[in-house]
């Protein structure tokens, strides 16, 4: 997915002075927002740890069963781990965080556990991420990304992020799982599955 798509639903970025404020604010987070390879993330980062994790554990186009991931695995990467579980309203997606390791915690100020995805975040950083989360769950893909924290007073910070889905029961996608740590983060020990 590019940039302008992520912005502007494949609309030509418009001149910033020809937009409204809000819609202005979006773009501006976005410019920060860069998905990548998996490349572009050093071997022992969380996020690279655990894309070779996940990838293990999917199968054929399919995204990887909760009760494949044991947390006993993972130890060095869980203080960099977001994990958001889905809820429909209506007609409405929604995600709600269920978990935050502390890593997380201390990076952004404040515990996302029990919160919906859009409190402590500027709006133009909720849109961002509904439209990605949005995106995993119907492509059934990670997205790994680039992009700075869209926390007022920490958007000067650059983090690596991957946005994994996960599924309960083998037929949707129930939870998110999100790795998020600054760029120059290191796994304590490098987990053998990383790719």
Request: one cysteine or more; proline letters at 8%; a neutral charge.
């Amino acid at each position: 997915m590019e940039l302008a798509k992520i912005a502007w639903s494949s609309s030509p970025a418009p001149l910033a002075s020809s937009v409204p404020r809000s819609s202005t604010r979006i773009w501006e987070a976005a410019l920060s927002y860069r998905e990548i390879d998996i490349t572009g993330i050093p071997e022992r980062h969380p996020v690279r740890c655990f894309q070779g994790y996940w990838n293990s554990r999917a199968g054929a186009g399919n995204p990887p069963l909760r009760s494949q991931i044991n947390p006993a695995d993972i130890a060095s990467i869980l203080p960099w781990l977001l994990v958001l579980e889905t809820l429909r309203f209506h007609d409405k997606r929604e995600f709600r965080y269920r978990l935050a390791g502390t890593g997380c915690t201390e990076l952004f100020g404040v515990d996302y556990t029990g919160k919906m995805l859009g409190e402590n975040l500027t709006p133009e950083g909720t849109e961002i991420r509904q439209r990605e989360f949005n995106s995993v769950i119907e492509t059934c893909h990670p997205i790994l990304s680039t992009t700075n924290l869209p926390i007022k007073a920490k958007d000067f910070i650059a983090v690596h992020r991957g946005v994994f889905p996960v599924s309960l029961t083998g037929s949707s996608i129930d939870q998110i799982f999100v790795v998020v740590a600054p760029t120059a983060t290191e796994c304590s020990v490098r987990l053998p599955l990383s790719s």
